[in-house]
């Protein structure tokens, strides 16, 4: 694979594509935030590690300006804004009959909408456990440690599957094929499902959460519909195992000293991953046939606080 895009090159993006490029591989930054953008072009994108500041000369392009073609592309926007994406690249020729579409956002369903554009051959699965964060235009923060699992959306495996694998290892992701990538999928939209509207709801950091005496009561229902919803699509999630997921986020020198990303979004202004987390465990459940009326509650109540935060 010679050519890649990183479509979305906010933080996560920014990261993987950076690290990509340092690896020694041809990366091309797709975004829609013209500041980022311009700066990138101009003077390189800094990257700030906990012992280093540096620059890194990347190509950045609007994902309007593509021209030519590529073999892998990664998309990492907002889940709200994958399918806009992904539709222009195709629209713009960026997209072959064998070029790897990739996606490790957050969220569920993002096989459905990419196979609304290409063969499910063409798109392929990831968890990552890598965090990053932006300073501003052009300017990523670095820190910690992470991995990425990965798998052909239908299971097959083939070359592309190893030599993705390959790019992540070599750009040091610390990534390994997945058996079951559907499950740690759904392992980790269930964190996000429980912590992110919980925290945003109640304008509280995951640790200020967890010191309430009674959290395990407020999570309990949420991963129990998620679990036979899960289950009802044959997916097999464990109620215990996910608990100790969630609850295992809690300590301050984890996740406990921060907000979530829903909460960081929706109080700036910006709307939320809400249908691509509970509500789509909803809409999942009213396709089985099984109720999930806390995840739908949850749902709207974050939708009343977009009404509040987010200008029309």
């Not at 990739?102 to 499910?120: I, Q, R, S, Y």
Request: glycine share 8%; proline share 3%; with cysteine.
């Amino acid at each position: 694979m010679k050519t890649i895009a990183i479509a979305g090159a906010g933080a996560m993006g920014g990261r993987i594509g950076t690290q990509i490029q340092e690896a020694g591989y041809d990366v091309t930054l797709l975004d829609y935030w013209k500041e980022h953008v311009e700066k990138i072009n101009r003077d390189g994108i800094e990257i700030q590690t906990e012992t280093d500041t540096y620059h890194l000369d990347i190509k950045a392009k609007f994902p309007e300006e593509v021209n030519e073609q590529y073999d892998l592309i990664i998309i990492l926007t907002k889940a709200m804004k994958s399918k806009e994406m992904i539709e222009v690249l195709n629209q713009r020729g960026a997209i072959k009959s064998d070029t790897a579409i990739l996606t490790m956002m957050n969220g569920l369903g993002h096989d459905e909408t990419f196979a609304t554009v290409v063969p499910k051959s063409q798109i392929f699965l990831a968890v990552t456990m890598w965090t990053a964060g932006m300073r501003g235009p052009g300017q990523l923060l670095l820190e910690g440690d992470g991995t990425i699992e990965l798998q052909r959306v239908d299971g097959v495996a083939d070359e592309r599957t190893e030599t993705i694998n390959q790019i992540f290892n070599d750009a040091k992701l610390n990534s390994h094929v997945s058996d079951n990538v559907f499950q740690s999928v759904w392992s980790k939209a269930t964190l996000n499902s429980v912590l992110n509207p919980l925290c945003t709801i109640l304008d509280k950091r995951i640790g200020e959460f967890a010191q309430y005496e009674q959290s395990r009561e407020m999570i309990t229902p949420i991963i129990e519909e998620i679990v036979a919803v899960a289950d009802a699509k044959g997916i097999e999630l464990n109620f215990d195992d996910l608990v100790k997921k969630v609850e295992g986020s809690y300590p301050d020198e984890l996740q406990g000293l921060h907000y979530p990303s829903m909460h960081q979004d929706l109080h700036s202004g910006r709307y939320t991953e809400i249908d691509y987390l509970n509500g789509k465990i909803a809409q999942y459940g009213k396709e089985v046939g099984v109720a999930t009326p806390t995840n739908a509650l949850l749902t709207h109540m974050i939708h009343q606080l977009e009404m509040k935060y987010v200008e029309a």
